[in-house]
């Protein structure tokens, strides 16, 4: 059963790649600066 479960983790983790890089191509911005624009939104010190 343990097998089976990483299978699983390990095929929604490409999926997710895969629709990342898909958006990514559409808007232009990568996954690193989307999560640091996020971040930043998140511990603004204002």
Known sequence: MQHRLVYLLNVGQRRLHRWSQARTAMS???AAQSGLL?????NDAH
């Open 28 to 30: 232009g911005v990568t």
């Open 38 to 42: 996020f971040f930043l939104g998140e």
